[in-house]
């Protein structure tokens, strides 16, 4: 946690998706309905995915922008059932890279079953969300394998850069547009094109989820650091333990003094007992974790300006609430 004098923060509750409750829940029959078939081999490991996937906001991002812009067709069911695919295949592969014990605040799927299953089980969602996709057509394959193939990319290069101690906020924000915009902006952009909507139109939307995933991941990145696990229902703590910089502690590392942050930087790399706690002190000095939240807002608003066109309906409001709620939230 901060020292107590840092600020608090209002944090809003997640966004109510009532207006396409019932297409979230038809896109959750079709993933259920996907994964039918290896309930009688492997149903506990099955039945544990659904921990994995709480907030459903990739697919509600999906499909708000379709009624947002259009007709929620039943293309746009299917299409939000490949992304929240994907997404859980990320999270179970997440998970292995990290080392992480808890998701949710239940073990995860390594923590339980070895990484070898969490890393097949991810193999199975992602070859299942291309072929979900294959039964719309094939520009929706291109879309969803353009955007996966950015996510596993942005991955690859946060692996590599682990340990890089001098990594800059473009190397930064070059991981994140991908591991994590690139999926938010492909959601947003299916719901628009399936909707009816123009490519002008899908375009902008694509904007808006980039901008909403940066702002999400900014905060996600605060929150390993300043977070609790009981609040945030998962290992936290990860990113410095493994040497990841992220945006905060570039920040600070950056604006100490270069003496404070080559020592701030060896006992990084050391893992020194209690360097949670010097980087924090460091990073309240440097009032980098207001820095990274206020990148975080300048995103959010950016999203909120790619909205401004669409008429203003139920869902144009839930879109401009989820990106204060995105970094703003606990978990």
């Known amino acids: 946690m901060l020292p107590p004098s840092a600020p608090s923060v209002v944090r809003p509750a997640q966004p109510a998706f009532a207006p396409v409750a019932a297409d979230i829940d038809e896109a959750e029959r079709i993933f ?47 299409l939000a059932a490949a992304v929240e695919m994907i997404h859980t295949a990320t999270l179970v592969h997440d998970d292995v890279l990290d080392e992480a014990d808890l998701r949710r605040h239940l073990p995860t799927v390594n923590a339980q079953w070895g990484n070898k299953v969490s890393i097949l089980l991810g193999d199975m969602l992602f070859t299942h969300a291309f072929h979900l996709a294959s039964t719309v057509d094939a520009r929706a394959c291109r879309i969803i394998g353009e955007a996966t193939n950015r996510v596993c990319a942005g991955e690859l290069r946060q692996v590599a850069e682990r340990g890089n101690l001098a990594l800059g906020e473009p190397d930064y924000f070059a991981i994140i547009e991908g591991k994590t915009a ?136 839930i879109l401009e609430s989820m990106t204060e709620w995105c970094v703003r939230r606990e978990t």
Do not use: W
């Not at 229902?233 to 990841?244: A, I, P």
């Not at 909120?304 to 008429?311: A, D, G, S, T, Y």
């Open 32 to 78: 259920t309905a996907t994964l039918a078939p290896y309930r009688s081999n492997f149903g506990p490991l099955i039945q544990h995915l659904k921990h994995y996937r709480g907030k459903r906001l990739r697919p509600a991002l999906l499909l708000l922008a379709a009624k947002a812009c259009g007709t929620v067709s039943p293309a746009c069911h299917t």
């Open 182 to 317: 690139a999926l938010t902006e492909c959601a947003a952009r299916l719901g628009a094109l399936y909707s009816g909507a123009s490519d002008d139109t899908a375009e902008r939307m694509a904007t808006f989820g980039a901008n909403l995933g940066l702002a999400f991941q900014i905060a996600d990145d605060v929150l390993d650091l300043v977070g609790t696990e009981h609040a945030a229902g998962k290992t936290l703590g990860t990113d410095l333990e493994q040497r990841k910089l992220t945006l905060p502690v570039i920040h600070g590392l950056n604006a100490l003094p270069p003496g404070e942050a080559a020592s701030l930087r060896r006992a990084i790399e050391a893992g020194e007992p209690d360097v949670g706690f010097t980087v924090l002190a460091a990073l309240e000095r440097t009032k980098s974790v207001a820095h990274a939240r206020k990148r975080a807002d300048e995103f959010a608003r950016a999203a909120r300006k790619q909205l401004e066109p669409l008429p203003r309906t139920e869902c144009r409001s």
